[in-house]
């Protein structure tokens, strides 16, 4: 363990890691499972936030211990990425359905649980 840190500083560092390394590890296999682009946009989406949101946590617990003042500059990095995260989705699916339009695919895609 570091010097001069608790030791559960360091297990729950150490399981937030984990857990949003395993979420992020989560979206990446339901990127590469589902068929469809429409269904493979959304894992890594959900994935990507939940698992950074982990390890943002536990660097702000991590260093606000070590330092012995609060450390917040994590909260705007989660910010950023979780407003950003949905905005790329939904950019990225408004033009494949413009694609998939003026390719004379009238359909609508079907639901990824289909």
Same mark, same amino acid.
């Given at each position: ?17 984990l +857990?949003?390394?395993?979420?992020t590890l989560?979206?990446?296999i ?11 946009v959304?894992?890594?989406?959900i ?6 949101g982990c390890?943002?946590?536990? $660097? ?5 211990? +070590? ?5 917040f500059?994590?909260v ?6 979780t407003v950003?995260?949905?905005?790329t989705?939904?950019? +990225? ?16 895609? $079907?639901h990824?649980?289909?």
């Amino acid at each position: 363990m570091t010097p001069g840190l608790p030791d559960w500083v360091a297990v729950l560092t150490a399981i937030l890691v984990l +857990l949003g390394s395993i979420l992020t590890l989560i979206g990446t296999i339901g990127l590469l499972r589902f068929k469809s682009f429409y269904a493979r946009v959304h894992a890594p989406t959900i994935g990507t936030t939940l698992g950074i949101g982990c390890v943002l946590i536990a $660097s702000i617990i991590y260093f606000s211990v +070590l330092q012995s003042r609060p450390v917040f500059h994590e909260v705007l990095i989660m910010i950023f990425v979780t407003v950003t995260t949905p905005i790329t989705l939904m950019l +990225l699916v408004k033009a494949a359905l413009h694609r998939d339009k003026d390719a004379g695919k009238d359909h609508m895609p $079907s639901h990824p649980a289909d």
